[in-house]
Each structure stands twice: as C-alpha cells, then as structure tokens.
C-alpha cells in the first residue's frame, strides 16, 4: 500500500509531471516534476522533483511552495 495519494489535474494547480523549474538563488538549477501527490495529514500536494544532469539529486516540495516565484521559477 502506498502512503502517496494521487490527485487529478485539478488538484495540482497546473503543475504537472515533466514540466521544469529553475530554483532562485545564487545557482539556479533546473529541477523536473516527476510526481504529484498527496501524503495523508498534509493539507496541500507535493511535487517530487529531480535535478535535470543528476538523476540522484530528488527533493520532495509541496505544490504552493513550488507555484511561489521566490523560489522557483518555470522554464519555457
């Protein structure tokens, strides 16, 4: 059983599996939503991400953080 929830494009506040995001910052870096989901408890959905160039380097966000441009921006 799995603890993650998916949820329907409606839920995830247009962000969606393959799309890019450039962290601000000294080093903008370019990350790539591989999931949407939900952990039960958490109010808001997450994003798992992975760093384009080091498929090892993955981090977990929530979706309101992500949509937030101080800290990410999406690529075109």
């Known amino acids: 059983m799995s603890i993650w929830r998916r949820h329907g494009p409606e839920d ?3 962000i ?13 870096l ?3 939503v591989i999931s949407v989901a939900s ?3 958490d109010v808001a959905p997450h994003a798992r991400l992975l760093r384009v ?3 090892r380097d993955a981090k977990t966000v929530s979706l309101q953080v992500l949509r937030d441009r101080r800290f990410y921006q999406p690529k075109q």
């Open 39 to 41: 952990y039960p408890g």
């Open 30 to 32: 370019t990350w790539e």
């Open 53 to 55: 160039g080091a498929q």
């Open 12 to 14: 995830n506040y247009g």
């Open 16 to 28: 969606s599996v393959g799309q890019r995001f450039s962290s601000v910052g000294r080093v903008a």
